[in-house]
């Protein structure tokens, strides 16, 4: 149920101390870690809310490490407690994606996982020692005003492992499929939100970013063009987001900072929306093809799926392409001319699997194993928690589009206090 006595009163604590917590630091009152706590709650509910009843009391207690992970790491200004908090967060996912045992792909994600991410934290923990024998502090503000050595590559690798960019994505497609809905949630969101924290206040090296910001936007685009699976699609997906993300920041600007900010906060409640819709409707077998059967589900659901889609292709006038106009402008305005354009070409390719989910969705005529499936199998009813949610889903979307200067200032008034 949402909402249920036990996760508002979980939330409501969470808040309160994240409130206070941000409020009273001895730096004073930092608007960026609130704005980008109070987004990891909600991801974090969103999370909690798909849980059933049976596996609340065990598994609840893994998302709210995951949660406070993550707000450790937007909090955290030392290298060693920047590893502490990615450890927790790591531990805690592989537990996650494994725990239903009985499920062969679930336990293969969660070991690949584990091991993958071991050894990106191998890459931070030996960044971090080397950074420490050299300059005897761990501190991360005066990390990031180091010129660019081993030591910061290192750590900078690290940490682009955990975004899933590229090329260091080889992990993604493969737990992304293995992952049930309440643990996709939270590893496509919580890590990234929190892990680009981190790296906007390290500020890295330019040409460092830059490479992985055109390795990223080259095989995101390319890779979802034969994929079958949504799972997967959604991991490429991420993945050229994340080169969008990637090349604001490669600008090294207030503007870009902003820009990408502006970016994460939009993919987020997108991809945590179309996690929704797919929980809703589709099989554990999530194959493409099952959208077909969407048109006569629900006429709400079909028009949010719409609007989420074109959105993630970047079609005006929907927040998606907002987003990608401002990364673009942004970094045309800072004379990265070659990446723009790059950016442009692989988001007219990734266009084209977007779009190909509406064809599927109201013009492909259902296939035979899903007309038995409705002649023998009821539809179920979708529930009035759900129907709120897709309302909700509907006018937060819409809302984007007549109304995006409002979380244009909020962004705006948080990125502020980074520099």
Known sequence: VFLTPSIL?????????????????????????????????????????FLESKDMASIAVLVLSIILASI??????????????????????FILIAKKRNSVDKVEAALKYFVLSSIS??????????????????????LSISTLSLEKVLIIVALLFKLSAAPFHIWAPDIYQGCDNSSLILL?????????????????????????TIISL?????????????KKLLAYSGIINMGFILLGISTNSFSGIEASVLYVFIY??????????????????????????LLGVNTV??????????????????????????????????NFIFSSIISIVCAVIAGVYYLRLLKISYFQVDKSFFIWKKVLIKDNTI????????GLIFFITTFLIVCPHIFLEIIHFGTLSVF
């Open 72 to 93: 450790l790491l937007i909090s955290a200004n030392n290298l060693l407690a920047i590893y502490i908090a990615m450890e927790l967060q790591s531990l805690s996912l």
């Open 188 to 212: 496509g969101t919580l890590p990234k939100i929190s892990i680009l924290g981190v790296m906007i206040v390290l500020l890295p090296n330019v040409k460092l970013i830059l490479f992985a």
């Open 268 to 293: 987020s409640l997108s991809f945590l929306f179309f996690i929704f819709i797919i929980n809703l409707f589709m099989s554990q077998r999530d194959n493409i093809s099952e959208f077909s059967g």
């Open 218 to 230: 080259l095989v995101g685009c390319l890779g979802a063009l034969n994929q079958t699976n949504i």
């Open 121 to 142: 934290s191998g890459f931070f923990l030996l960044g971090s020692a080397l950074y420490f024998s050299f300059n005897g502090s761990c501190d991360l503000y005066t």
């Open 383 to 390: 529930s009035l928690n759900n129907s709120i949610i897709l």
């Open 9 to 49: 009163n979980i939330t409501l604590v969470m808040s309160i101390l994240v409130i206070l917590i941000s409020f009273n630091n001895e730096y004073g009152y930092n608007s960026w870690e609130l704005l980008l706590k109070i987004l990891i709650i909600v991801m974090g509910l969103f999370a909690l809310n």
């Open 301 to 334: 659901l079909l028009v949010s799926t719409a609007f989420l889609v074109l959105s993630l292709a970047g079609i005006p006038p929907f927040a998606g392409f907002l987003i990608k106009w401002i990364i673009l402008t942004t970094a045309i305005s800072y």
